[in-house]
């Protein structure tokens, strides 16, 4: 299952985070034999490479049914690589690293703390990076509506983001923002929607998963699909893998929805920068 972006570049219904796993070519390769499409890293997370590696073992071992159209390959460039010239030979720096899937299907800005300028010059060589073809698509991560109504109304846009990726979990449901990146546009990408685990063990998550006789991991990755995100469950665990991908076979109902919500919470499980100037 996937869904259509703006740009109309269709996008897996979840994906596999890749923070803090060193193993990511075992990870990746495993993930993908098992169904995850979409693959998200960053510069930041020192994977790049392995991750590539991954996908490329997995393509090959079945050129007949492993094809590269059918992997969304998602990095993100560091806070220090903005501005026009660092974001430039960064891009280069990223697609040097997975050189064997010849384009990266989506690129990320980190984060907006860089400031102004420094956001703008970068998207400007994001863009050329979609118009030379070696990226087919942008977009945003840890943007507050300020950031994204600044690049909606550059004069220099020419490619439009089509997502922003950021934490939402059932404790960090930044409702008001997600509404918003919606409005205009952009499709929610949720990172961290097992709250980094710190919550997975929830009293709450735990009746609704008994009742659906799923794992509590599984319910919060399916609650994140129903308010209609993509998910980006990280796990180094290779058992992990296919239960957190396996969401589809269950519907959460109103009330479990409701029991699992926290309007009023709001527990990021890492940084919080969508409010940065
Ligand atoms: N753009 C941004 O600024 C950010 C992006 N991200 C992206 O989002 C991804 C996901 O966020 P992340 O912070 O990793 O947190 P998650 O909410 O995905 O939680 C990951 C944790 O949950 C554990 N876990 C996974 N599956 C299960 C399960 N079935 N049962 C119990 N525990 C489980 C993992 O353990 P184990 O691995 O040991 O199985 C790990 O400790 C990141 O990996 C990254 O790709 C995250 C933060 C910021
Ligand atoms: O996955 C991530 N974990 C993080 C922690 C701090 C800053 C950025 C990130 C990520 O992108």
New binding site residues.
Partial sequence: MSIVLNNHIRIPFIGL?????RNAEEVVEKAMDVGYRMI???VL?GNERECGQGIFKWLKKDPVHNKREDVFYVT?LWNDQNGYESAKRAIKECLNKVSDLKYIDLL?I??PTEGRQMRLETWKAMQEAVESGIVKSIGV??YGEKHIDELLNWEGLKVKPVVN?I?V?PWCMRQALCDFTKSRGLQVIA???????YR?DDPDATIVAKAHGV????VLIRWSIQKGYIP??????LS?LS??LDVQSFTLSATDMKRLDHPYVHDP???DVVNCP
């Fill in positions: 985070g890749t923070y803090a796993i998200d890293t960053a997370y993100k990320l980190h984060s991560s840890n990726e934490e979990s990172y961290a929607p097992l709250s980094h685990a997975v794992t509590n991991a599984q980006i469950p990280k796990t180094k665990t992990r239960s957190n499980s890492d940084w």
